[in-house]
C-alpha cells in the first residue's frame, strides 16, 4: 500500500491545503486501510466504507475540536480516527488493538462521547449545543445520524426538540438505504421517495418537524459534501442535510451483501468469505426449534428489533417469511407490539440482544408486566463477555428479575432450553422472558417433558452435603466443574439448576439448612440487584453461610473473557479456594 | 342531575338509536356527571370534558368490544366507562371507588389493557391489529392518542411501524393543542400548521410517515365525528384522523386553566378553586433551592420531560424562563440532552418523576453513566404509595442503584436535601442522582456543610449496640421511631444513615461486628434487587444476622399507603416484633 496523501496527514489541519483532487485520491487510501484492517480483524466495513467522503469534508471545513462532531452510534467512526491522529490503528497491523470501534473521548479530544447504541446523537450534540449557548460559545455542533437509527423513538425525540431550537445544530442524515438489515417504517419509505424525488417531495418528514432540510444526492462525492457544508457552516438555527451515500462503497461484496458486511469477522479480500466457521450456538438452537414449532403453528409469529442474526431469527426470516416481523430499530415498540398479539391470542416471540433490551425496560414493565399477556421474549447473547463497554450484556438480571408479574427463566442446556421455549409459547398464563445461554451448546440428549407453571421450583441435581451450589443458566456448568473438583478434595456436594431468576424456591432453600452449612451461588450478570443476592437475602438471619459469585458492577470495555473471570474470581480454583477458606 | 338519556344508556348498544340530538344532551348530561365526580374525587378532568363526543361518536359507529379501542395513557376514559356499564362509578358517590382512572380489562371487556405511561397506544393497538390477521378477525381496532404523548419516542416508534402495515386500524389524534403543560417540539408546531390549514398544509408529518390522513375541525361535534368513523369504518388499510378538540371543555375555569385541571384535587364547582391547602413538601424545598442557587449561577439550567409541579419546578419555570426547558414527554432525550449540557461544562438539572424515569434506563446507562458526565438528575415521588399500578415509584432503587458509575443519593432531610443538590450541581465528577424525600418535611434547622466526593460513606448517627438500624432515605425516620421502641425496651441501637443507595461501606459494616449482632435495613421501595440485599449479601458469610425492611415486588392498584405498610410489615410495632423474634 503506497499511502502518498495520507502519509501526510496527522491532524485535521492537514487537509485544509488539500485539493479536491488530492481529498479523492487520500479517499482511495482510507478505503485500502479499511479494507487491509477489516478484512484482517473484523468490524464495521460497510458503515465506514460509506462514510469516507463525508467525514473528509467535515474535516476539511469544520474545525475539530472546536467545532464538535457526534456519530450515532459512531460504528462509521474509523476515518473520523484516522484523520484525528490515530491512523496508525489502522496502518500498522501490530497497533490494531490500540483503538476501539467506537467514538471515545479517552482516546482523543476529537471524541466527545463513548457511545454504541443507536439513535442517540442527536440528543447528545444537542446537549453540546445548549451547553455552547449557556457558555456563549460559537462553535458549530454537527450530528451524524443514519444507517437505521433514525427508527429508534430517542432519535424521534431528538430531532423533535433539535428542530424548534433557537441556534446553530446541523444533523447529517446519513441515508444509505439499508439499516444493519432491510429497514422497516414509514420513515424509510419517505426517505425513499426524497431520494427519488432528490428531495423535492412535498412529503418530508423533516421539513414537518420544521427543519431547514438540503438534500445532497451523492454523499460520496467529496465536492458535493463540502459545497454543502461550507453553506450550512455558522448557520444560526438547526438545519439538517439529506445525503445519499453507498454503503460498502468501494469494496464490491460489500455494496452486493450490505448485512453481511454491516459488521464482519476476519474475511478474504478477495472473494469476500468470511475465514473461519462457528461452531454451532445456541441461537442456531433457538432458529431450529422456531422454524420447527412455528411451520405447526401459524399463530407463531417471531419479530426482531433489525438484529434477526444476532438474536437466532437467521434462517427462519428466509424460511418463514409471513410469520417474521423486523419492527426496525424500535424496541419500546416491538415489546409493546408483542404485548398486544399475545392479548389477541395469537403468539408472539420478540428476541433482543441483552444489551439492547435495557432500551425497553418501561414496555417490559408497563406494556407487558402489568398487562400480565403471555408474550414470549428471548433476551440473547446475556453474560460476562470482552465486549465494547456500550454493548455489555451483564445488567439484564436485575433489569428483568426484579419486574413483578415477569416470570424470567434460565436453561442449562439445548433440551431445557428448547421446553422452556415449548412451554413459554403455548401457555397463556404469564409474560416469560427466557434467558438465552452463551458459549458452547451442552446438549444431554434426554429431551425435557416438564413445563413451568409450577414457579421458582428449583430442581435438586446432586444432592450431598455441606456445601450446596446454586448454578444458574450458562453458570450451571460451572457449577458441575466446581463440583467435580471439590468431589477430589473429599466433598460431597448437592449441585441445584434454579431455572428461574425471578424467584427463589423457598422450601428447598429450607431443606439444604438440615444438612448443609454453606450456599454458593454463581450466576453470568452483576451481583449487584442480581439473583445470588435473592439467595443471600433469604438467608440473611438464618444459620447458613452464603457466598455469592458474578460480575461486578462496572463497565469494563473490550477486556477478554479470561481476564474478566480472573478479576471476579470465577475461576474454578478461585471458587474452590473461597469454599474452602469458608469451611 | 335529571339524566334523562344517560339513565337509558347502559351499554354501548343503546347508544346506536339515539339521534345526533340526544346525543348531544347525551353529551351535556356526562359533563355534568363528570363535573359533579371530579370536583368531589379529583381527578383528570379537562381530558375527559375534551373527549365527550369523540367517545360517544366512537361507540355509536363501531361495534365494542368486538371493535377494538385502545385509549393511550388512558386517563381520558371516563365517557367510555361511562357508556360501557360503569356509568353508577361516576354518577353515585358511594361508588366513586369502585373504578379505577385509566383502562383496566379486570373492570370491563371493554378494556383492553392497563395503561397510565403515555406514547404507548399506537404499539398496544398494532399488536391487536396483528393478531387479529394472524387469527384471521375482521375487527376494527382504533387507537386514540394525543394530548402530548405524540413526543414520546414509543408513539413515534408505533406510528411509523403501523403507517405500513396492510391492514385496517385507525389512529385517532386528539389534538387539544396542549399536553399537560405547553407542548414542546417541531411535532406540535406542525400539528399547529396543520389546524390552521385545516390539514391541509404541505409539511404533514403524517402523510410523509406514509397515513392516509383525514382532518377534522370540530372534534366536538358529534355529527362531525359520526361521519369521519363512517367513512373510515372497515378500511382495510392504515388511517389517521387528527381532530381537534377543545380540553376542558364545558367548563370555563378547565379550558381557561387547561394545566391545572388536567388532573386536580377536589375543588369548588362554583369558583374552580382547590379545595383545601397542600403542606409544604420536599417540591417545594427543590423548587425554592434551584431557583436561589440558579438566580446566582447562569449555568445551571433546569429540565422537565412535561411535568414541572410534580418534579419541583413550578415556580422555577415562571421565575428563571432563560433557564428552564420543557423538552415535551420525551424522557430519553431529557438524559442525553443533560448528559451533553455537562459534557459541554454547563450544569443541568432534570427532574423525573420516580415511574416515569422507567422510560429511560439505557439513557441513564449508555448516554450518561458510561460517559461519566456530571449531570445531576433528581428522583421525585420514589416510594410506596397508594398510586394507581402504572404509577407506583417502588422499582427506582433496583433500576437506578445497579448501574456502573451512577451516584444515586437519599437524604434524610431538607437540610441534606439542599446538601446534596449544592454538591451535586457543582461538582465535575460524576452523574449523581438524588432521590427526593416524600411525605411530610424533615427539617433539622443546622445547614449541612458536607460535600459528598466520600463515596459510599454510611454516617454513624447514634452510636449503640447489639442492635444496628441502617434507615434510608425517607425511611430514616421509621428507623429513629423504631430505635425509640427499642430504648423503650431496654436496648441501645446504633442508628445509620447511609446516605449513598449506589454502594455499601465495608469499613463501618466490618466495625459493627464488634457489638452488634444484628443489621436492620430500612428502604421505600422494593426488596428485590434493592439496597437491603447489597447489606446482606455482605454479611452473607459472616457472624451477623441480617433482616431487609421494603415492599414486596408486585404491583399494587390504589391500595391505601397504611394498608400497603401492614402488608409489607414496616409498622414500627411489626418490625420491634420481627427483631425481637430475632434475638
Chains 1, 2 share one sequence.
Not at 433557537?166 to 446519513?174: A, G, M, T
Not at 454463581?522 to 443476592?533: C, P, R, V
Request: proline letters at 4%; glycine letters at 8%.
Amino acid at each position: 500500500m503506497e499511502l502518498k496523501i495520507l502519509n501526510k496527514i496527522n491532524e485535521p489541519k492537514d487537509l485544509k491545503n488539500l485539493t479536491v483532487e488530492d481529498m479523492k485520491k487520500l479517499a482511495g487510501e482510507i478505503r485500502e486501510v479499511l479494507l487491509e484492517k477489516v478484512s484482517q480483524d473484523g468490524g464495521h466495513l460497510g458503515p465506514n466504507l460509506g462514510m469516507v467522503e463525508a467525514t473528509i469534508a467535515m474535516h476539511y471545513t469544520f474545525n475539530s475540536p472546536i467545532d464538535k462532531f457526534v456519530f450515532d452510534v459512531s460504528h462509521q467512526t474509523y476515518t473520523h480516527k484516522i484523520l484525528t491522529g490515530r491512523k496508525e490503528a489502522f496502518i500498522n497491523p501490530e497497533k490494531y488493538d490500540t483503538v476501539t470501534g467506537f467514538t471515545n473521548p479517552k482516546e482523543s479530544e476529537h471524541d466527545f462521547f463513548t457511545i454504541g447504541h443507536t439513535s442517540t446523537g442527536v440528543s447528545l450534540a444537542s446537549g453540546l449545543a445548549k451547553g455552547r449557548d449557556i457558555l456563549g460559545g460559537e462553535e458549530n455542533i454537527l450530528a451524524v445520524v443514519g444507517d437505521g437509527s433514525l427508527s429508534g423513538g430517542e432519535a424521534y425525540e431528538g430531532l423533535d426538540n433539535a428542530a424548534i431550537s433557537k441556534s446553530n445544530i446541523i444533523i447529517l442524515v446519513n441515508d444509505n438505504d439499508i439499516a444493519i438489515t432491510e429497514n422497516a417504517g414509514g420513515l424509510y419509505e419517505n426517505l425513499a421517495l426524497l431520494r427519488e424525488t432528490e428531495g423535492k417531495a412535498e412529503n418530508n418528514i423533516f421539513k414537518a418537524l420544521g427543519f431547514d432540510y438540503y438534500f445532497v444526492k451523492d454523499g460520496n462525492d467529496i465536492k458535493s459534501m463540502i459545497d454543502i457544508f461550507e453553506k450550512v457552516k455558522d448557520v444560526n438555527h438547526p438545519v439538517l442535510i439529506h445525503m445519499y451515500t453507498l454503503k460498502g462503497k468501494g469494496y464490491e461484496p460489500a455494496v452486493e451483501n450490505e448485512e453481511k458486511f454491516h459488521w464482519t469477522r476476519p474475511f478474504d479480500l478477495e472473494t469476500g468469505e468470511v475465514l473461519g466457521k462457528l461452531p454451532e450456538s445456541y441461537l442456531d438452537i433457538i432458529d431450529n426449534f422456531l422454524i420447527e414449532k412455528a411451520k405447526n403453528d401459524k399463530k407463531i409469529v417471531a419479530i426482531t428489533a433489525a438484529t434477526p442474526s444476532t438474536v437466532g431469527l437467521n434462517k427462519f426470516r428466509k424460511v418463514l417469511k409471513n410469520q417474521y416481523i423486523n419492527v426496525g430499530i424500535a424496541e419500546e415498540h416491538a415489546v409493546a407490539f408483542a404485548s398486544g398479539i399475545a392479548k389477541r391470542k395469537a403468539k408472539p416471540v420478540a428476541s433482543f440482544f441483552s444489551s439492547f433490551i435495557q432500551r425497553c425496560y418501561d414496555q417490559l414493565s408497563q406494556d407487558l408486566a402489568i398487562n400480565d399477556n403471555p408474550a414470549t421474549i428471548l433476551v440473547c447473547g446475556g453474560g460476562i463477555s470482552g465486549n465494547a463497554e456500550t454493548h455489555l450484556s451483564v445488567f439484564d438480571i436485575p433489569l428483568i428479575s426484579n419486574i413483578p408479574n415477569i416470570v424470567y427463566l434460565a436453561p442449562t442446556s439445548q433440551e431445557e432450553l428448547e421446553a422452556m421455549m415449548d412451554w413459554a409459547i403455548d401457555q397463556e398464563k404469564y409474560p416469560v422472558i427466557i434467558r438465552i445461554p452463551t458459549g458452547k451448546v451442552v446438549s444431554t440428549g434426554v429431551k425435557i417433558k416438564s413445563n413451568f407453571y409450577d414457579l421458582n421450583k428449583f430442581v435438586l441435581d446432586k444432592k450431598g452435603e455441606k456445601i450446596a451450589i446454586i448454578g444458574l443458566g450458562t453458570f450451571y456448568s460451572l457449577g458441575e466443574t466446581v463440583r467435580e473438583k471439590l468431589i477430589e478434595k473429599g466433598f460431597n456436594p448437592t449441585l441445584i439448576n434454579p431455572r428461574f431468576i425471578s424467584g427463589i424456591d423457598g422450601e428447598l432453600l429450607e431443606e439444604l439448612m438440615k444438612n448443609h452449612e454453606l450456599v454458593i451461588t454463581l450466576e453470568d450478570g452483576i451481583l449487584d440487584g442480581g439473583f445470588g443476592g435473592k439467595i443471600a437475602r433469604y438467608y440473611s438471619d438464618k444459620p447458613m453461610k452464603v457466598l455469592n459469585f458474578g460480575a461486578q458492577k462496572v463497565f469494563t470495555d473490550n477486556v477478554p473473557l479470561e481476564e474478566l473471570y480472573k478479576r471476579y474470581e470465577l475461576m474454578p480454583e478461585q471458587i474452590v479456594e473461597k469454599i474452602e477458606k469458608e469451611l
